[in-house]
């Protein structure tokens, strides 16, 4: 077969097409549609409580700025497939199931819950049940040329010296740590302090590489590991940003004026990929054939160490930032240091108390719209004190095998990072 017949006949199933990655990468799909040869996106959406799919992907994600680049008419070359990833068989008849698989060239399984809070069982339905799921749909796919399942470079928990692109050695059986959890027979606790992980989602990420690896048969399969995602660097268009998911979180009430103390190790690095270059290496691994091997293949999407942010700088140059803008609530820190006692106490002080003041006081006058919007502040102040001291207190040495790999001004990626949070997430 002729690589341009090859490139004619592409039809690429999408799933987690409507998440901040899922977007761009399905812009870049668009952007490109020619040079990749791309026919059409199948692009796979539940309902939401108000739209079947169609209606959701007209209303909620064609309408994205994230799209506004694209030339018009590019929604014709997307085909919604109404599904829902946790239902058998998607809620798919088997005749939705064998004609969809008869088309499908190239796979691309970004969806996932990235809730750090998700009880065990829980994360292991969106992770892992998703994806075991989908690589059974994949087996039925006979044109299928590659399929990428992106995961997270923080399946390995914190360890000194390079990480490798490799499975991580886990001290139990995968397949029946999975059935425990999905039978409720599983000590989350028990299990998060055995293997290291920090919180659900890691760890269940991790128990999913590891099943993907033993179930793919002869499925030609690459693990895409992103580090902590943030802003585009220049696609869709430089600061694009639409989830407070990871860092946005941190700069979003450190901008708003809420977040006043940080435990934190001031030397400490922080791995931050810009979207696009995540959604770069899913589109270039997505397109690129290669021999099926003995082991899994697997990339990492990240910057470097070099490359990687310092967290002692992060609250001067956000201080200097968001307060050009009078508006707001000024931006500070009053601690920045060890998680201890004293971190707790001026955490419910300056934190939680003034909010949630703030929160009650919109209530009172009926603002409930800025009342639901602190209600998130608030809510992201508690996950930054429970869940943030494990990534800003450790650096990660992701070793990358990827040779195209990113120039960025950590300065100037910096500002724009918190002008994409500014203007995209708190508006």
């Known amino acids: 077969m002729s690589d341009q017949n090859y490139l004619q006949k592409s039809v690429i199933l999408l799933t987690g097409g409507a998440g901040f990655l899922g977007k761009v990468v399905l812009e870049q799909l668009m952007r490109q549609k020619d040079s990749l040869g791309i026919d059409r996106v199948i692009l796979l959406l539940r309902s939401d409580r108000k739209r079947d799919p169609v209606q959701r992907f007209r209303e909620r994600v064609a309408t994205s700025p994230c799209f506004r680049n694209l030339p018009a008419g590019w929604e014709k070359h997307i085909e919604v497939l109404a599904g829902d990833l946790s239902m058998p068989n998607w809620g798919l008849t088997a005749e939705q199931q064998l004609e969809t698989a008869n088309q499908i060239t190239h796979i691309i399984h970004s969806a996932a819950s990235v809730d750090f809070n998700l009880p065990l069982k829980d994360a292991a339905n969106a992770n892992i049940t998703t994806t075991l799921s989908t690589i059974d749909f994949a087996k039925a796919c006979t044109k299928l040329k590659q399929f990428i399942y992106v995961s997270t470079a923080y399946v390995r928990p914190h360890t000194e010296g390079a990480i490798a692109e490799e499975l991580v050695a886990l001290p139990l059986d995968p397949a029946k740590t999975y059935d425990d959890i999905i039978n409720d027979r599983a000590n989350e606790s028990a299990l998060l302090t055995l ?22 048969g002869h499925l030609p399969i690459t693990v895409v590991r992103p580090s902590i995602i943030s802003a585009a660097l220049k696609s869709p268009f430089p600061g694009w940003i639409d989830s407070y998911a990871a860092l946005a979180a941190f700069v979003g009430v450190f901008g708003a004026g809420y977040l ?17 270059e995540v959604s770069r290496i899913v589109v270039d691994q997505c397109f690129k054939e290669e021999a099926i091997h003995d082991h899994l293949k697997i990339v990492h999407a990240a910057v470097g160490l070099s490359n990687a942010m310092r967290i002692g700088d992060l609250p001067a140059f956000g201080t200097q930032y968001f307060n050009q803008f009078p508006a707001r609530r000024q931006a500070y820190l009053r601690y920045l240091g060890p998680l201890n006692t004293m971190r707790r106490l001026q955490h419910i002080i300056f934190e939680r108390i ?7 006081a919109a209530r009172i006058t009926g603002r409930k719209s800025q009342a639901r919007q602190i209600g998130k502040l608030d809510h992201v102040l508690k996950s930054i004190f429970k869940l943030f001291p494990y990534f800003t207190h450790n650096s990660f040495d992701f070793k990358m095998s990827y040779k195209k790999p990113v120039s960025i001004d950590r300065d100037a990626y910096l500002q724009l990072i918190c002008e994409g949070v500014r203007t995209h997430l708190l508006r």
């Open 195 to 216: 293997t290291g992980h920090p919180n659900t989602y890691t760890f269940t990420k991790c128990v999913a590489e590891h099943l993907v690896a033993k179930n793919r």
């Open 354 to 360: 003034p909010t949630r003041l703030v929160w009650l």
């Open 260 to 276: 006043r103390v940080v435990a934190a190790d001031p030397e400490a690095r922080l791995d931050v990929v810009p979207v696009d």
